[in-house]
């Protein structure tokens, strides 16, 4: 499934990382603007400090005091209720504590002199509604004063323009999204396509790269439909111009008086009749023309039988080992053929004219008495190739045997044990396929 969407997922995990760094970018810079713009209000506390000493020092009057608060729009708040609100509730954004420096007169009855008395100011910076406030905290007057020339830091501006790029990301997310889309209705046409559906077009609107490729594969469909139909007819032609003389020279062969060359030219023609049947066969199973033909569960059993009927051999020459519950999903005709051809070679190579079907967990292996191969088993399975010229084959058995197997989801192996040869049908969907592959062309191989 990811491989699938491999280009989606792609493109979602670009959009995953750019969404996620302008989102930090954007917090960072909130972060340095909030912490600048709390630094700079911080500093009329210098201010703040400079008149609030003076006040303790005595050297200025409480109005006077308030009066150059005043000048700064800095404000005392003095009912009760409303200061322990504000200092229980508010934010602290900045805060500190310097020493302030308080001076007691004292008079002596020998000599006056003044006692310097350090006392400890806290400072803080605080935010309730949106609303900016000093809290002077000491032991001689704390106060609290609200700043009406200032407002808290307001994020808005910020915001917009993360929202506006985030929109913008999102936007352009959704618009390759929806250029990519006919990719997916592309494939699902190609898909369609390779199954036999040759009424499918890939037609696209547009000029963009896509509805490019589209249409360069509608030209390539509408060039191998024109072949197939060539081919179809050029076969059709062929096969009736070759039976038909094929049949005329059987009739005339049963004329001929003498028996053994009567025997010859039926040998001859049935040779012919043979090979025109075993190339409409690999036509078919090359072509792909089968598969849409439906596949159904048969007993293997059954196949078995329809083999042995279709190769004309004794039944008794054949050990069988199969349960009548194994099914096979299988084109009944096709799989048929594939086992009569492996019957019919067994027979054929095997000194005693016998061989035997078995399982083996979920493979059928077919096994008879013989020689070794003498080559790699991918030589075998090459049209009109044999070790033994003389004998009556044309060397397709193996050939059209692999390409059935192939379209039902099988592969062909080869195997030999002590003095069987042993070719089995293994089931693509076994995980240990490779590696039981490589020790079948290993063995054959070192034979």
Not at 74 to 100: C, H, M, S
Not at 148 to 171: C, E, F, K, P, W
Not at 357 to 362: F, G, P, V
Request: glycine share 4%; net charge neutral; aromatic share 10%.
């Amino acid at each position: 499934m990811l491989k699938r969407n491999g280009v989606f997922l792609t493109i979602l995990f670009a959009l995953g990382v750019t969404v996620s760094s302008v989102s930090y970018t954007f917090y960072q810079l909130y972060q340095t603007n909030r912490a600048k713009h709390d630094d700079n209000l911080f500093g009329k506390y210098a201010l703040i400090s400079q008149i609030y000493h003076t006040f303790l020092l005595k050297q200025i009057s409480l109005p006077i005091f308030e009066t150059n608060l005043a000048m700064y729009d800095l404000y005392p708040i003095e009912r009760e209720a409303q200061y322990r609100e504000i200092t229980k509730n508010a934010v602290v954004l900045k805060q500190d504590g310097v020493a302030a420096i308080e001076i007691h007169r004292q008079i002596s009855h020998k000599l006056p002199y003044q006692n310097l008395i350090i006392n400890h100011v806290h400072a803080s910076m605080l935010e309730y509604e949106d609303k900016i406030y000093f809290w002077i905290q000491s032991a001689h007057y704390p106060m609290l004063l609200e700043d009406r020339g200032s407002r808290a830091y307001d994020a808005n501006s910020l915001l917009y323009s993360y929202v506006t790029i985030l929109a913008i990301l999102l936007l352009s997310f959704r618009l390759i999204i929806h250029r990519l889309s006919p990719l997916r209705r592309l494939r699902r046409q190609i898909a369609s396509f390779g199954e036999g559906n040759m009424g499918v077009r890939f037609h696209i609107s547009g000029e963009d790269e896509i509805a490019l490729v589209a249409r360069e594969l509608e030209t390539t469909q509408n060039k191998i439909r024109a072949l197939i139909d060539s081919r179809t007819l050029f076969l059709r032609n062929i096969m009736h111009e070759l039976k038909t003389p094929i049949a005329k020279g059987r009739i005339v062969t049963m004329m001929v008086a003498d028996p053994k060359q009567r025997s010859r030219f039926t040998s001859v023609f049935e040779r012919l009749e043979g090979l025109i049947n075993e190339f409409a066969l690999i036509e078919e199973v090359s072509s792909g023309s089968q598969s849409l033909e439906k596949k159904s569960p048969f007993r293997l059993v059954d196949l078995i039988d329809e083999a042995v009927d279709m190769a004309m051999i004794d039944p008794e020459s054949i050990a069988r080992e199969i349960q009548s519950t194994v099914m096979i999903e299988a084109n009944f005709r096709l799989f048929a053929t594939a086992i009569k051809n492996m019957i019919d070679n067994a027979i054929k190579y095997s000194p005693t004219n016998t061989m035997s079907i078995h399982m083996e967990e979920d493979m059928i292996v077919f096994s008879n008495h013989g020689e070794a191969l003498k080559k790699p088993l991918a030589y075998y399975v090459e049209p009109f190739t044999k070790d033994h010229p003389t004998k009556d084959s044309f060397g397709l058995g193996l050939y059209i045997v692999n390409a059935i197997l192939i379209e039902h989801g099988y592969c062909l192996a080869y195997e030999r044990r002590e003095d069987k040869n042993c070719f089995l049908f293994i089931p693509e969907r076994r995980t240990n396929l490779r590696g039981r592959a490589h020790k079948n062309e290993k063995n054959i191989n070192n034979q």
